[in-house]
């Protein structure tokens, strides 16, 4: 019914960047918003980044003036911009994208399955 796919993970060198694209797809009438995810081995999934339709965006200390999150409602897609990448920044990263099936109905989430992004030297 509806689709949540992530791609743009892979092994980056500490310091370097990366750019996760999330493209939800389907019987959508329209977007609420999109967040991001990750989890890391032995830990439990955190919030790294959310937006809204209208533009107010939410990050953790952790990533806040690394990452930047913003989305083309349009065309249902997300991004996610990660600069100054950490080791610690490893992990699986989730996209989250809040939709309308029908207007003027509540918005439900679905998840992507995720992408890996690893941090090492």
């Known amino acids: 019914q509806v689709q949540v796919v992530e791609s743009g993970g892979g092994l980056v060198q500490p310091g370097g960047s990366l750019r996760l694209s999330c493209a939800a797809s389907?019987?959508?009438?329209?977007?609420?918003?999109i967040s991001w995810h990750r989890q890391a081995p032995g830990k439990s999934r955190e919030l790294v980044a959310a937006?809204?339709?209208?533009?107010?965006?939410r990050y953790p200390t952790s990533v806040k003036g690394r990452f930047t999150i913003s989305l083309d409602s349009a065309k249902k897609m997300g991004y996610l911009q990660m600069a100054s990448l950490r080791p610690e920044d490893t992990g699986v990263y989730y996209c989250?994208?809040?939709?309308?099936?029908?207007?003027?109905?509540?918005?439900?989430?679905?998840w992507g399955q995720g992408t890996q992004v690893t941090v090492s030297s």
């Open positions: 989250s994208a809040s939709v309308r099936l029908r207007a003027f109905t509540p918005a439900d989430d679905y």
């Open positions: 389907g019987r959508i009438s329209s977007i609420a918003g």
């Open positions: 937006i809204t339709t209208g533009g107010a965006t």
